[in-house]
C-alpha cells in the first residue's frame, strides 16, 4: 500500500499526508460530536417522555381511582396531538391495561412490551424494564423511545402510565446533523488541500530544483552549474553540500585533465622512444637475418665441405690402403713386407682418425643422423669381440664377453654406431690393459612394448683413470693426462663421439674407475623392439645361402662395417665366374677394383664415366654394375635412372647396379636407391668388402656353388681337429656363443671340445646357422 505512495512526487506526498491527517482528526472530531448530539437529543426526549407520562398520571389519577375507564382513555386522547407517540397505556397495578390511545396503524397486542394472557392484554415488567434500558443507550438509533410515570394518589400507586414514541425525529435530526458535518468536513480538507498545495512549495521547491540540477549536470556533465539555496533550514544544507561535491569534482576533473595532458605527453614521448626503438629492432632483425642467412650459407658450405673432404680424402686413401693391400698379397718378403705392413697400418689409423674427425664435426653440426635399421645384437657383440680378439691376445690379455641370457637377439637400432661405440670401449681397455683381463657384460636394463634398454659394461685391469681426470677424458680432444698421448697416442676424441651417439641413442655413458685396479666404463641404449618372426626367416635365408656360399676370411677391417647382417667372409681366389661392369673415373680405382675382381674370378670392363656405362649396359653382357657415383660428363645417379630407363622400355630384369661411393654422409644411402641402385659400398673398401656384395647379389651359379661348398666341407673339419690350438679369439667366440644360451660363461678349455667336429651338435648349442658358420671361419682365420 505504500509502495505507489512511494513513488509519489514529494509535492503530492505533502498534499497527501496533510489530507490524510487532516481528514482523520476532522472526522475523529466530527464523530465525537455526532454522537454526543445524539446521546443528548436521546436523553432531551425520554426526559420529555417521562414528563409527559408524569402529567398523563396526574390527570388520569382519579379516573384510576373511580375504575373510570372512559375517562381515562379521555385523558390519553390528548397525545393526538403529537403524531410521533405510537401508543400510550393506563395500566393497573397489576398490569392490566385499563385505557390506550394507538396511533394509526398501531396494535395493543403487538406492542414489544405487552403479552396476551387469558384473552387480555397486559404489560410485562420485565420486557419493559428492557426495553427501557436499551433505549437509554446513545448508540440506540433504530429503537423507539418509552416514558413510564406511576399514577399516584395519596402518597398510593395506582397504576402505571408508559408511553412509546417512535424514533423518526431523532433520525431526521441525526440526518441533518450529519449533512452539516459533512459538508464541513468536505470544506475544511478542501481548505486544507489549498493551504498544503501553496505551503508544500516551501519544501519540495527546493528538492525539485536540486533534483533538476543534479539531472541536467548528470546529462550535459557539465559541473560549472550550481543550486540555488534558498532558506537556512537542513535543505539549505543539502544543496550547500551538492555544490561543495561539484566544486571539488570541478577541481578534480580539472587535475585529471592536467594529468592527461602530461600522460599524453608522456606517451608521445614513449612512443616516439619506442618507434625508434622498433626502427632499430627492425634494423637489427635484418641483420639478424643477414647474419643467419650467412650462418646458414656457412653450415651449408661446411656441411659441404665435410662431403667433399669426405670424399677427396677417403678417395685417394682408398688407393692408397687398396695398392698397399695389394703390395702385401703380392708376395713382398723381409723389410718391404715390414714397411709395406706399416703403410696399412698407418693408413688405416689415419682413416680412422678422419673418420673420427667427420663423425665429431657431424656431431657438433647436428648432423649426425641414426639409422633404424634390424641388427642382430648377439651376432654383433661375437663380431666386434672377435674384431679386438688379436689385439687383445697380442697383448697377452684374456677377453670375456657375457650376455644376459634374456638380452634379445633381435632389434632395431643403429648397428653401425652401437659398434663403434664398443669398438672404443672395447679398443680403449685392451690399450689401457698392460696385463689381465677386458671384460664386456651384455644386460638388459629395461624392456617394454616398445623395446629394451640395453647396458654394455667394458671392464678392464688396467691403469685405471684418476678421479679429477674422469669428467675429462669426455670432453673432445681430451686425454686422462698429456702423457697418455706420448705413450699411447689417440686423438682424444673417441670418448666424446662415443657418449655423444650413446646420448643420440637414447642412453648414457659413463666410467668407474680406480688408479692402477682398471676402469669400467658403460653405456645404456634404447633399441626398438624388432618382429622376431621376420628377423628369424631373415637370418635363416642368410644362413642357408652363408653355407652355399662360404669361403675363408680376409680379415676383419679396422672400422666397423656399414653391413647389419653378419654375412659370410668371403673371397677366395676364383669364387666367382661373373662378368662385372665398373663404371669408375679414378685410374688407380679402376686399376684396383680390376685387380681384386679379377683375383675373385671375374671378368670386368672399365666404364670412364656415365654415358659409357649406359652403352655398355645395353650389351646386356654383364651380371653386376659397380658404379661410382660422382664422374665426369654423366655421374653415378643419372647413368644408374639411364639404365634402369632402358630396362623399364625393353621389359628386361634388372641388373643389380652397387653404388661405389666416397660419399659418407648420412642420405647418401638414400640418394643411391632412389636413383636406382640396388646397394652401396663406401669407399675405401676391401676385397672381403667387395666379396660379400658379389655374392649377395651375383645369381647362383652352379660352379661358384660346388666350388664353395666343398671348400666349407672341408674347413669345418680342419677346424675340428685344431680346435686344440685355440687361442684368445677362439676363446672370445666360444664364450660369446655360449652366453647367448645361457647367463653367463667362462673360458671354455680346449679339452672339453669333441674330438671329432659334431656339426649338428655346435648349431643346436649355437642355435644359428649363420653364427656357426662365421664361428667356423674364424676359428680357421685364427688358427692358421
Ligand atoms: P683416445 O683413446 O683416442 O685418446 P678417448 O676419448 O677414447 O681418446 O679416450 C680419452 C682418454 O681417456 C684416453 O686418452 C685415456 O687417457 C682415457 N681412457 C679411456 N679409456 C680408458 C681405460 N679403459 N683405462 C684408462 N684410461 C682410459
Not at 545 to 552: F, G, I, S, Y
Request: aromatic letters at 6%; hydrophobic letters at 45%; one cysteine or more.
Amino acid at each position: 500500500m505504500l509502495n505507489p505512495f512511494r513513488n509519489l512526487s514529494i509535492r503530492r506526498k505533502l498534499i497527501a499526508i496533510l489530507l490524510l491527517t487532516n481528514g482523520i482528526v476532522l472526522a475523529l472530531v466530527s464523530a465525537a460530536f455526532v454522537v454526543n448530539e445524539a446521546a443528548d437529543f436521546r436523553v432531551e426526549v425520554r426526559e420529555e417522555l417521562a414528563a409527559l407520562a408524569e402529567i398523563l398520571g396526574n390527570n388520569a389519577s382519579a379516573a384510576v381511582a373511580f375504575n373510570d375507564h372512559a375517562s381515562a382513555a379521555e385523558t390519553l386522547s390528548a397525545l393526538r396531538a403529537k403524531p410521533e407517540i405510537r401508543a400510550a397505556l393506563v395500566t393497573l397495578k397489576d398490569g392490566s391495561v385499563m385505557a390506550s390511545y394507538l396511533a394509526h396503524g398501531a396494535s395493543l397486542t403487538r406492542l414489544p412490551f405487552a403479552v396476551v394472557a387469558g384473552g387480555k392484554v397486559r404489560v410485562d415488567d420485565g420486557k419493559l424494564a428492557k426495553l427501557l434500558r436499551a433505549s437509554g443507550s446513545p448508540f440506540a438509533v433504530n429503537l423507539d423511545f418509552y416514558g413510564v410515570s406511576p399514577i399516584i394518589l395519596d402518597g398510593q400507586q395506582l397504576g402505571t402510565v408508559i408511553i412509546q414514541s417512535d424514533n423518526r425525529q431523532f433520525v431526521d435530526r441525526l440526518e441533518r446533523f450529519f449533512v452539516l458535518v459533512a459538508c464541513v468536513l468536505l470544506g475544511a480538507l478542501l481548505l486544507v488541500y489549498f493551504l498544503a498545495s501553496w505551503l508544500q512549495r516551501l519544501i519540495s521547491g527546493p528538492i525539485t530544483h536540486l533534483a533538476q540540477v543534479m539531472k541536467a549536470v548528470s546529462t550535459d556533465k557539465s559541473y560549472r552549474l550550481r543550486a540555488k539555496r534558498e532558506g537556512d533550514d537542513e535543505l539549505g544544507t543539502l544543496i550547500d553540500g551538492f555544490n561543495e561535491m561539484l566544486v571539488q569534482i570541478e577541481e578534480r576533473d580539472e587535475k585529471l585533465e592536467a594529468h592527461r595532458d602530461q600522460l599524453e605527453e608522456v606517451v608521445r614521448g614513449r612512443t616516439a622512444e619506442l618507434s625508434a626503438a622498433n626502427d632499430e629492432l627492425g634494423q637489427t632483425v635484418a641483420e639478424l637475418r643477414i647474419s643467419k642467412e650467412a650462418a646458414e650459407a656457412a653450415s651449408l658450405a661446411k656441411s659441404q665441405f665435410l662431403a667433399n673432404m669426405s670424399h677427396e680424402i677417403r678417395t685417394p686413401m682408398n688407393g692408397v690402403l687398396g695398392m698397399i693391400g695389394l703390395l702385401l698379397e703380392g708376395g713382398l718378403v723381409g723389410e718391404q713386407l715390414k714397411f709395406a705392413g706399416a703403410a696399412k697400418s698407418s693408413g688405416e689409423s689415419l682413416l680412422s682418425i678422419i673418420n673420427d674427425i667427420l663423425d665429431f664435426s657431424k656431431i657438433e653440426a647436428g648432423r649426425m643422423e641414426l639409422e633404424l635399421t634390424p641388427l642382430d645384437l648377439h651376432g654383433m657383440v661375437a663380431e666386434v669381440t672377435e674384431i679386438l680378439a688379436a689385439g687383445a691376445r697380442g697383448k697377452g690379455l684374456e677377453l670375456g664377453v657375457y650376455v644376459d641370457k634374456d638380452v634379445p637377439q633381435y632389434l632395431d637400432g643403429d648397428p653401425v654406431r652401437l659398434r663403434q661405440i664398443l669398438i672404443n670401449l672395447l679398443g680403449n681397455a685392451v690399450k689401457f690393459t698392460p696385463e689381465g683381463e677386458v671384460v664386456l657384460r651384455v644386460s638388459l636394463s629395461e624392456q617394454d612394448a616398445q623395446g629394451a634398454v640395453i647396458c654394455f659394461e667394458v671392464a678392464d685391469t688396467g691403469i685405471g683413470i684418476k678421479a679429477e681426470d674422469r669428467a675429462r677424458i669426455f670432453e673432445s680432444f681430451s686425454q686422462a693426462d698429456y702423457s697418455t698421448t706420448r705413450t699411447y697416442g689417440g686423438t682424444g676424441l673417441g670418448l666424446a663421439i662415443a657418449r655423444q651417439l650413446a646420448e643420440l641413442m637414447g642412453g648414457k655413458l659413463g666410467v668407474r674407475s680406480e688408479v692402477g685396479k682398471g676402469s669400467t666404463f658403460w653405456f645404456t641404449a634404447r633399441l626398438r623392439r624388432s618382429s622376431v618372426a621376420a628377423r628369424a626367416v631373415a637370418a635363416r635365408t642368410v644362413a642357408v645361402k652363408a653355407e652355399l656360399k662360404v669361403a675363408p676370411s680376409g680379415g676383419s677391417a679396422g672400422r666397423p662395417k656399414s653391413e647389419a647382417q653378419a654375412s659370410p667372409s668371403a673371397g677366395q681366389k676364383g669364387e666367382f665366374a661373373a662378368a662385372i661392369l665398373v663404371a669408375e673415373d679414378n685410374p688407380i680405382n679402376q686399376e684396383l677394383v680390376q685387380h681384386i675382381l679379377a683375383k675373385l674370378g671375374c671378368s670386368v670392363r672399365i666404364a670412364e664415366n656415365g654415358v659409357e656405362a649406359v652403352a655398355a649396359a645395353r650389351e646386356r653382357l654383364f651380371d653386376l654394375i659397380f658404379m661410382d657415383c660422382q664422374m665426369p660428363i654423366m655421374d653415378g645417379f643419372a647413368a644408374s635412372r639411364a639404365i634402369r630407363a632402358d630396362e623399364a622400355a625393353e621389359g628386361l630384369a634388372p641388373l643389380p647396379i652397387i653404388a661405389l661411393t666416397a660419399n659418407a654422409l648420412a642420405g647418401d644411402r638414400e640418394r643411391c636407391l632412389a636413383a636406382g641402385m640396388d646397394d652401396y659400398l663406401s669407399k675405401p673398401f676391401d676385397r672381403e668388402q667387395l666379396s660379400k656384395v658379389l655374392w649377395r647379389w651375383l645369381p647362383s651359379e652352379p660352379s661358384a656353388v660346388v666350388a664353395a661348398s666343398d671348400a666349407a666341407g672341408t674347413v669345418a673339419g680342419d677346424a675340428a681337429g685344431d680346435a686344440a690350438d685355440v687361442g684368445a679369439s677362439a676363446e672370445v667366440s666360444s664364450e660369446s656363443a655360449e652366453s647367448t644360451t645361457s647367463t653367463t660363461s667362462t673360458t671354455t678349455p680346449a679339452e672339453d671340445q669333441k674330438a671329432v667336429f659334431d656339426r649338428d651338435g655346435l648349431l643346436e648349442r649355437l642355435g644359428d646357422a649363420e653364427y656357426l658358420h662365421m664361428f667356423v671361419l674364424k676359428f680357421i682365420e685364427t688358427t692358421t
